[in-house]
Each structure stands twice: as C-alpha cells, then as structure tokens.
Nanobody, 123 residues
C-alpha cells in the first residue's frame, strides 16, 4: 500500500507563503501523476494543482499564478509552493497519487491520498 505523507501546513498572514511537501513511500511514484486538492470547512473537496509524469502541470484558476507544483524524483516528493496567500485559501490540503501517468483535475482519478495538512491564512 502506497503511503503519502504531507507536511508544511500552518498559519500564515495574508500575502505570505508556505510550501507543502508530499513524500511517497514508493520510488515508482516518481513517474506517476500527482496532485493537490483542498477542502475548506463546509465545502466540497476541490482540485488545486497536478503534475504529470513528464512534468506538465495543471492549476485551478483560483490559484494560477500564485501556486506552483513541482517534484523531486530523487526524493519521491511533490511540492506545492503557495505564494500571495489569501484567506480563501484556508483549507485542509491533500496530496493525491495516481496509478496513471497523465495528471487530471478529477478526484476520482487518484488512487492514493495523504492524511491532509491544515493551511490557515489570516487577514
């Protein structure tokens, strides 16, 4: 069973930055699609960003230009650099891994999920 472990969440003021990390327990995941999703209180889980096996990236419109997804295959780790954070970015952020190679925005296309990390942006 593949395990994904997120870290890097916390409390930050609006306009600040955070970097989330997601470490995969299996080396093979370095060549698979990975994504980040988030769930705010009382809302559905939504797509944030994803990266394909060939490093093509995809972003939700709400984070485009502010967030950057990347991967370090030598560390089996995916990152989400979040800049210019807004209070509406407050949510639990989840890392997701797919058995496939092409990243998608659909939650159902991801097979493995981390436990989530809280990001809180204050005004």
């Amino acid at each position: 069973q593949v395990q994904l472990v997120e870290s890097g969440g916390g409390l930050v003021q609006a306009g600040g930055s955070l970097r989330l990390s997601c470490a995969a327990s299996e080396r093979t995941f370095s060549s698979h699609a990975m994504g980040w999703f988030r769930q705010a209180p009382g809302k559905e889980t939504e797509f944030v960003a994803a990266i394909s096996w060939n490093d093509n990236t995809y972003y939700a419109d709400s984070v485009k230009g502010r967030f950057t997804i990347s991967r370090d295959n030598t560390k089996n780790t995916v990152y989400l650099q979040m800049n210019s954070l807004k209070p509406e970015d407050t949510a639990v952020y989840y890392c997701a891994g797919s058995r496939g190679f092409i990243a998608t925005t659909l939650k159902s296309n991801y097979d493995y999920w981390g436990q989530g990390t809280q990001v809180t942006v204050s005004t």
